[in-house]
């Protein structure tokens, strides 16, 4: 990518999750991106393209970001694909697509090069090397675990806000960095985890890292961060527990006065833990702690509706169809990628008293609900399908209340009492 050469060239970066591509690109991107006419670092492809438009929504962030308004909507991904290839092909850009695990997805947001103006560069991380190749991106570095001495560098840098071990703890750095396996998120949440512990205790650091040897990393990177989740207080748990399965890219104050009877000041606990971080008000959660924190959930019990936390549409869907549901589950999303109809008996509830979040989308249903657990802290559901509440819904705890197109009639919503609700909207079917 060298700085004057005027043809388009895509690099492509792949490799395993959590082992740097997206610092690396935003490394280069920092560096480079003062020699273009137009910069976009698209973050988190996979994860919003999988949302409803959420690939029309890159296609607007993208030319929002190059600085190219639009006239009008774009209306579908091929409209926004001619629009990105006419108004920036004569244009010299940088442009990050960090995080693509689809090649149609890839086509949508640089389809060729000719795409783009003489001399631009388009960097794209990636998962999965297929997918740069039947793209055809003729630069392709793959990301390889740091060697130890720079492995070294980066604990310390979290475990000692230095560049290399304190004096007395450099044979135990050494241990906890060959724990770590060279990955820089595990080398990150090592290093957080043991600077919590008293600095100048290597007997504190011994104990921790006896506690890695009887969970291996080798055994799989989930069980190493999960000794980080279980050094957690009960109620920060709960706290990471939530947003690994419903919460992760919400913003920071929604979130907090959902969990803040479990103690929003355990979001900055996570954070400090590295296994949250907070971007532009929003909290977000590196791929591999979010499905360690959804493992833990899934190793509650082999039985769905007995787990406390349920955001797989198909698992959501089977545990209402079949009223199979208990007091143990606290929160439910219903979020299916494309919409589906839920053939059920509307009693699914009744067994869930203890539900605190209902989260429904993209989903229609063959009746009402007959129940609603009065534990409710956030209701949000899409097309509600019916004029009414049930009649013994009194959700006194409600923080949370969305009902988008609901079919509910003007005077019966107000006929529910609520006591410290946060967030009100409806907007109505007529």
């Known amino acids: 990518m060298k700085p004057g050469d005027k043809t388009v060239c895509m690099l492509g970066i792949y490799g395993l999750g959590g082992i740097g591509k997206t610092e690396l690109a935003k490394a280069l991107y920092d560096k480079i991106v003062g020699d273009f006419d137009a910069a976009c670092f698209l973050a988190d492809v996979r994860e919003k393209s999988n949302k409803i438009n959420g690939l029309e929504d890159l296609q607007k962030t993208l030319l929002s970001e190059m600085l190219e ?149 080798s055994k799989r990177i989930l069980d190493m961060l999960k000794i980080n989740y279980d050094r957690l207080g009960d109620n920060a748990k709960r706290v990471f527990l939530d947003i690994a399965c419903f919460f992760k890219g919400e913003r920071v104050e929604y979130v907090k006065k959902i969990l803040e009877e479990f103690g ?95 989260i429904i989308r993209n989903t229609l249903f063959s009746c009402e609900p007959k129940h609603l657990p009065n534990h409710l802290r956030v209701l949000e559901w899409e097309e509600y399908p019916s004029e009414s509440f049930p009649s013994k819904f009194h959700p006194k705890k409600i923080i949370i209340f969305n009902l988008p197109r609901s079919h509910l009639t003007l005077e019966e919503p107000f006929k529910v009492q609520f006591y410290n609700m946060f967030s009100f909207f409806f907007t109505f079917f007529y």
């Not at 595990?186 to 600077?195: N, P, Q, R, T």
């Open 69 to 217: 308004e639009l006239e009008t909507e774009l209306g579908s991904t091929s409209k926004g694909m001619y629009q990105i290839k006419r108004k920036l092909h004569q244009k010299k850009v940088l442009l990050v697509l960090d995080d693509v695990d689809d090649k149609d997805r890839l086509e949508k947001l640089a389809g060729g090069c000719d795409w783009f103006g003489s001399g631009s560069r388009i960097i794209i991380t990636t998962r999965d090397k297929d997918v740069l190749i039947a793209h055809k991106v003729e630069k392709i570095y793959e990301m390889k675990e740091l060697d130890e001495q720079h492995s070294l560098t980066l604990f310390c840098r979290n475990a000692f806000k230095l560049s290399h071990p304190k004096i007395g703890f450099d044979n135990v750095s050494l241990r906890a960095v060959g724990f770590a396996k060279c990955l820089p998120l595990a080398l990150k949440v090592i290093g957080s985890d043991l600077a919590n512990l008293h600095e100048e205790s290597l007997v504190a650091w011994e104990d921790a890292l006896e506690e890695y040897k009887r969970n291996p990393p």
């Open 264 to 358: 929003a000041s355990n979001i900055n606990v996570l954070v400090n833990k590295s296994l949250l971080t907070i971007e532009n008000g929003c909290l977000m959660m590196h791929d591999l702690i979010q499905d360690m924190g959804r493992e833990i959930v899934r190793q509650e019990t082999s039985k769905l509706g007995k787990r406390s936390r349920l955001w797989h549409y198909e698992d959501v869907i089977e545990v209402l169809t079949e009223d199979n549901g208990s007091d143990n589950i606290q929160g439910i999303m219903l979020d299916p990628p494309q919409q589906e109809v839920v053939n059920w008996t509307g009693i699914a509830f009744e067994e869930m008293k203890w539900l605190r979040i209902l």
